[in-house]
């Protein structure tokens, strides 16, 4: 069903091979692969719902691409700042909810649609909109990030492992 809907609204895409599919009602990415879920996660979207303009602290929606992947070789838990490893490890079994830390992997998204999160004020990749670990992993499940998509460390750590630069990742509130 989800392979139906991107045909028809993404005609030009090619949907071969992997896609993440972020269902913010549920709060759950999914990993396609060739058609068929290969894995589930738990995911927190934004706090403040959805939207694309500039520091709004919303979640794009629709279709982006994974422009870059951060991270590869920092610790389970490490704190990155401005996408560079600074050597804390946060302590994933006592959470400080106070902090807003990513940690452990980054894969930055790019929008694949002009106007609505590609371009001027409501460009993913100028907002530093990324799929990525959280030092809070018990907020997950419920909308609470700042417009990122965050995830268990060794979830994400997963999902870096196996997709690669150029996939696919569609934002659907459903």
């Not at 959470?95 to 894969?107: C, E, F, G, N, Q």
């Not at 004020?121 to 909308?143: A, K, N």
């Not at 870096?160 to 934002?171: K, S």
């Amino acid at each position: 069903m989800l392979i139906d809907y991107l045909v028809s609204r993404y005609p030009d895409q090619d949907l071969e091979g992997d896609i993440l599919y972020v269902s913010v009602a549920r709060q759950r990415l999914f990993h396609v692969r060739h058609g068929r879920m290969i894995s589930e996660h738990l995911i927190s979207t934004a706090a403040a719902g959805l939207g694309s303009e500039q520091d709004s602290y919303r979640t794009p929606e629709g279709l982006h691409r994974v422009a870059e992947k951060i991270g590869g070789d920092v610790p389970i838990g490490g704190v990155l700042k401005d996408r560079e490893f600074t050597g804390e490890v946060a302590d994933l079994k006592h959470p400080d909810a106070t902090r807003d830390v990513i940690t452990s992997r980054i894969l930055w998204l790019e929008g694949l649609e002009p106007g609505s999160n590609q371009g001027g004020s409501v460009d993913s990749h100028d907002r530093y909109i990324y799929i990525h670990g959280t030092g809070d992993e018990g907020s997950l499940g419920r909308p609470s990030s700042m417009g990122c998509i965050r995830m268990r460390n060794r979830d994400v750590i997963a999902l870096f492992d196996v997709v690669d630069i150029g996939t696919l990742v569609v934002v659907l509130n459903n």
